[in-house]
């Protein structure tokens, strides 16, 4: 028996990045078996429940992207089961993951945005909000789904006439848009990881996707995309990238593990979006983080384990 009791890796799910979740949960799964823990792989389905109920010592790390593996509502069932678990709460899993909520609470760098849901996008008509959009924030613009991860939904708009297309394209993946000022420069993510010492943010990766934008298929397609890690920016640049990954979790009150996206631009770095369940696959961006600040993926994952079993020793002592 593992002295981490058994881990129940979560992955899949029913959002639309259901593979992507599945390919990080075989990932996190087997790295954390060849260290010799004991590892139970479940979906989120009617079984769940009654795995948890039948395994006393478990302790779970969710890799669910998108939905409700990352909206809050998985991490509060769990909290209601009494189950420990790897990453930020439910409440906190919350505010990340809208970025209608997450990018105005931050006091960081950032893009103007406007929130716009599909009802009054409708009943105000795509002319007159399109003219006050542009107006605003000029172009080019990003428009993308509040709710969505994978840059699924995401579009990059240079002309107004466009606009009302790329919102359709959004609300596909639900009921609110944002659209936000596009911010050019060098795209690099950083992982912030907390195993009991304080916050800590791993080497940047830089972004260079084949096609210039960095899509659904440049993220999960081996060869679309190069990462560059540490990424090739100066050490003034990197320290304030760092500085603006660790703001944005503390900010937003996030435990153990996030990734902020970040565009380098003319003025300096500018928060994009945040994910406290990051990709795990092959071409994700976290191990390579882990790989290049010197430290061994399935040790790290370990270590966020046993200090999410600890938390919930302490509450059950508490």
Same mark, same amino acid.
């Given at each position: 028996? %593992?002295?981490?009791?058994?881990?129940?890796?979560?992955?899949?799910?029913?959002?639309?990045?259901?593979?992507?979740?599945?390919?990080?949960?075989?990932?996190?799964?087997?790295?954390?078996?060849?260290?010799?823990?004991?590892?139970?792989?479940? !979906?989120?389905?009617?079984?769940?429940?009654?795995?948890?109920?039948?395994?006393?010592?478990?302790?779970?790390?969710? @890799?669910?992207?998108?939905?409700?593996?990352?909206?809050?509502?998985?991490?509060?069932?769990?909290?209601?089961?009494? @189950?420990?678990?790897?990453?930020?709460?439910?409440?906190?899993?919350?505010? *990340?993951? !809208? &970025?209608?909520?997450?990018?105005?609470?931050?006091?960081?760098? &950032?893009?103007?945005?406007? *929130?716009?849901?599909?009802?009054?996008?409708?009943?105000?008509?795509?002319?007159?909000?399109?003219?006050?959009?542009?107006?605003?924030?000029?172009?080019?613009?990003?428009? &993308?789904?509040?709710?969505?991860?994978? +840059?699924?939904?995401?579009? &990059?708009?240079?002309?107004?006439?466009?606009?009302?297309?790329?919102?359709?394209?959004?609300? *596909?993946?639900?009921?609110?848009?944002?659209?936000?000022?596009?911010?050019?420069?060098?795209?690099?993510?950083?992982?912030?990881? =907390?195993?009991?010492?304080?916050?800590? +943010?791993?080497?940047?990766?830089?972004?260079?996707?084949?096609?210039?934008?960095?899509?659904?298929?440049?993220?999960?397609? +081996?060869?679309?995309?190069?990462?560059?890690?540490?990424?090739?920016?100066? !050490?003034?640049?990197?320290?304030?990238?760092?500085?603006?990954?660790?703001?944005?979790?503390?900010?937003?009150? #996030?435990?153990?593990?996030?990734?902020? =996206?970040?565009? @380098?631009?003319?003025?300096?770095?500018?928060?994009?979006?945040?994910?406290?369940?990051?990709?795990?696959?092959?071409?994700?961006?976290?191990?390579?983080?882990?790989? +290049?600040?010197? #430290?061994?993926?399935?040790?790290?994952? *370990? %270590?966020? @384990?046993?200090?999410?079993?600890?938390?919930?020793?302490?509450?059950?002592?508490?």
């Amino acid at each position: 028996m %593992s002295e981490l009791g058994t881990i129940v890796v979560l992955a899949g799910g029913l959002s639309h990045e259901r593979d992507v979740s599945l390919r990080s949960g075989r990932r996190v799964a087997q790295a954390l078996r060849d260290r010799g823990h004991t590892v139970v792989e479940a !979906d989120v389905n009617a079984g769940l429940a009654g795995l948890l109920a039948a395994t006393p010592d478990a302790v779970v790390f969710p @890799v669910l992207h998108g939905g409700d593996g990352e909206d809050g509502s998985l991490r509060e069932v769990l909290d209601l089961f009494g @189950v420990p678990y790897v990453g930020s709460t439910g409440p906190a899993s919350q505010r *990340a993951f !809208d &970025k209608s909520i997450c990018t105005p609470l931050l006091d960081v760098p &950032k893009p103007v945005q406007v *929130a716009l849901p599909n009802s009054v996008f409708r009943e105000l008509g795509a002319r007159a909000l399109v003219e006050a959009i542009v107006q605003r924030l000029g172009l080019p613009l990003m428009v &993308k789904p509040n709710r969505s991860g994978s +840059a699924l939904g995401c579009t &990059k708009v240079t002309a107004a006439e466009a606009l009302p297309g790329a919102m359709v394209a959004a609300y *596909a993946y639900g009921e609110m848009a944002v659209v936000e000022e596009f911010i050019e420069g060098t795209e690099v993510a950083v992982t912030v990881v =907390d195993t009991g010492d304080g916050p800590r +943010a791993l080497p940047a990766v830089e972004i260079r996707p084949r096609s210039g934008v960095y899509d659904y298929t440049a993220r999960y397609t +081996a060869g679309e995309t190069r990462f560059i890690c540490p990424a090739e920016l100066d !050490d003034d640049a990197a320290a304030a990238c760092a500085s603006v990954a660790l703001r944005v979790h503390e900010q937003l009150g #996030l435990r153990d593990l996030s990734r902020t =996206d970040i565009i @380098v631009g003319a003025n300096g770095p500018v928060f994009i979006e945040t994910n406290v369940s990051p990709g795990m696959t092959e071409t994700s961006l976290v191990p390579l983080a882990v790989e +290049a600040a010197g #430290l061994y993926f399935g040790e790290l994952c *370990a %270590s966020l @384990v046993r200090q999410a079993a600890e938390r919930g020793a302490s509450s059950v002592r508490d």
